[in-house]
Antibody, heavy 122, light 110 residues
Framework: EVQLLESGGGLVQPGGSLRLSCTAS????????LTWVRQAPGMGLEWVSA????????YYADSVKGRFSISRDNSKNSLYLQMNSLRTEDTAVYYC???????????????WGQGALVTVSS | QSVLTQPPSASGTPGQRVTISCSGS????????VNWYQQLPGTAPKLLIY???QRPSGVPDRFSGSKSGTSASLAISGLQSEDEADYYC???????????FGGGTKLTVL
């Protein structure tokens, strides 16, 4: 059974940093591209970042480019999102999700984690 | 302002058929396949329809998708109370070079 479990969410002040982790199980981790999607309170879904199967390529939404960094450790079946210079508008539930294959370049995600809440507030 | 446009709400009574629309552009829906996600209250989204009209294993055939030009639709027949959820469409956008979502439609079963 495919499982994705996020951790590392919490309360942080504006301008601060936070690192989210996503631990995966139930599939060959390195064979799949992964992504982070966020959802602000009461709002819709917003794609944040993606990384290919071996981490050779990364992609970012304009709203987080230069502040967020996505990475993965295939030996630990883990995905990460380093978030720096956080703003109040970054407050959201962050979901880790899996693409159905190795590469990026599509909007189909077949499995989602349960989400981690990040609150940016003073 | 979402790149894909959905009605904010929809409703129906048990047993009815309801449709949810999703409008995009030539660079999104007009050039790429559409996916639909269902988000039950307090839970993570779940893939409901992919590649315009394909259902993942386990999704009832009451759910169906279609596409024409730059618009897509999700149809739910034999509406059930457990279908009450938020529904999101998504597609790749060639101009933005990334995936885009609709703003979501809250479905209420009366």
């Amino acid at each position: 059974e495919v499982q994705l479990l996020e951790s590392g969410g919490g309360l942080v002040q504006p301008g601060g940093s936070l690192r989210l982790s996503c631990t995966a199980s139930g599939f060959t981790f390195s064979s799949y591209a992964l992504t982070w999607v966020r959802q602000a309170p009461g709002m819709g879904l917003e794609w944040v970042s993606a990384i290919t199967g071996f981490g050779g390529s990364t992609y970012y939404a304009d709203s987080v480019k230069g502040r967020f960094s996505i990475s993965r450790d295939n030996s630990k079946n883990s995905l990460y999102l380093q978030m720096n210079s956080l703003r109040t508008e970054d407050t959201a539930v962050y979901y880790c999700a899996r693409y159905p294959g190795y590469s990026y370049g599509q909007a189909r995600v077949d499995y989602w984690g349960q989400g981690a809440l990040v609150t940016v507030s003073s | 302002q979402s790149v894909l446009t959905q009605p904010p709400s929809a409703s129906g009574t048990p047993g009815q058929r309801v449709t949810i629309s999703c409008s995009g552009s030539s660079s999104s829906i007009g050039s790429n396949t559409v996916n639909w996600y269902q988000q039950l209250p307090g839970t993570a989204p779940k893939l409901l329809i992919y590649d315009d009209n394909q259902r993942p294993s386990g999704v009832p055939d009451r759910f169906s998708g279609s596409k024409s030009g730059t618009s897509a639709s999700l149809a739910i027949s034999g509406l059930q109370s457990e279908d009450e959820a938020d529904y999101y469409c998504a597609a790749w956008d060639d101009s933005l070079n990334g995936p885009v979502f609709g703003g979501g439609t809250k479905l209420t079963v009366l």
